[in-house]
């Protein structure tokens, strides 16, 4: 058997980089790092990549995840705001996949301002997102990125259920329509606490999303994301009332929404996104 392209990091090497680096995880950048093999592994798995994917990782921290993909592709962009990590980085990738380590570049910026001359075309995104600012990373690099094809992140259990939801379910919501915008998204498997140091409150879930080839849909995200919006700004009421606001008035919501062949009476949870583009398409 060949020998392994990295040594990926365990429990003794997560706490010996964090004393040497003298960081204290913080909430705020919802800091909570990968020790367990296995599960590094196992998200790796689920991304489905293949040699040529040009990866996208946000958030790679002491290099767990990173350290995983550089395993099986050869082309790594790596996205992070905290200054320790991002300089330290570097030498732990060629300490422990010195083969490889050509392969990873470093951009160290939030990745809330990531810009398409940053990352030239990648075509997946994987990443441990941090938690408080997932799906507005999630969706900015959808946006900014329409080369991806492949998401795998994970996330809050929470939010991960929201993301996979269907019309009608309890939990779909805004993220979980925006989402369906790009693809078809999934729910791929649930994470306990315990592969985390420090461990979070709450499990986690891993997302993929399998992107549109090329956009099916005959309106932009600018003419329908509004319409999402406010649609599930007033969870409670009927489309005809939550929509008077973006129409001008209940009735013109109403003969908008009857153009669009969608009951007035029915609320934006029991709308799927093709509801919503053809609504937006309504003249
Ligand atoms: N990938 C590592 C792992 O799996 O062990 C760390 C994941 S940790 C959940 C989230 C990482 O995202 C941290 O390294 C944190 O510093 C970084 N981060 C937080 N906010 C960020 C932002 N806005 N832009 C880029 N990186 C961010």
Known sequence: MSEPVAALLGPVEIRALASELDVTPTKKLGQNFLHDPNTIRRIVAAAELSADD?????????????????????????????PRLAQRLPQTVTQRAPGVAGNMRIIEKDALKTTAADVEAPTALVANLPYNVSVPVLLHFLATFPSIKRVLVMVQLEVADRL???????????????ASYYGNVYKAGNIGKNVFWPAPNIDSGLVRIDCFEANPWPVTKEEVFPLID?????????????????????????????????????????????????????Q
């Open 230 to 282: 406010a649609a599930f700004a007033q969870r409670r009421k009927t489309l005809r009332a939550a929509l008077a606001g973006f129409y001008g008035s209940a009735p013109a919501a109403e003969e908008a929404l009857l153009a669009a062949n969608i009951d007035p009476k029915q609320r934006g949870e029991k709308i799927a996104v093709e509801d919503f583009v053809r609504l937006a398409g309504v």
């Open 164 to 178: 996979a939801a269907s019309p009608g379910s309890k939990v779909y919501g805004v993220p979980s329509v925006k």
């Open 54 to 82: 040009k990866v996208v990782e946000v958030g790679p921290g002491l290099g767990s995840l990173t350290l995983g993909l550089l395993e099986v592709v050869s082309d790594l962009t790596v996205v992070e705001i905290d």
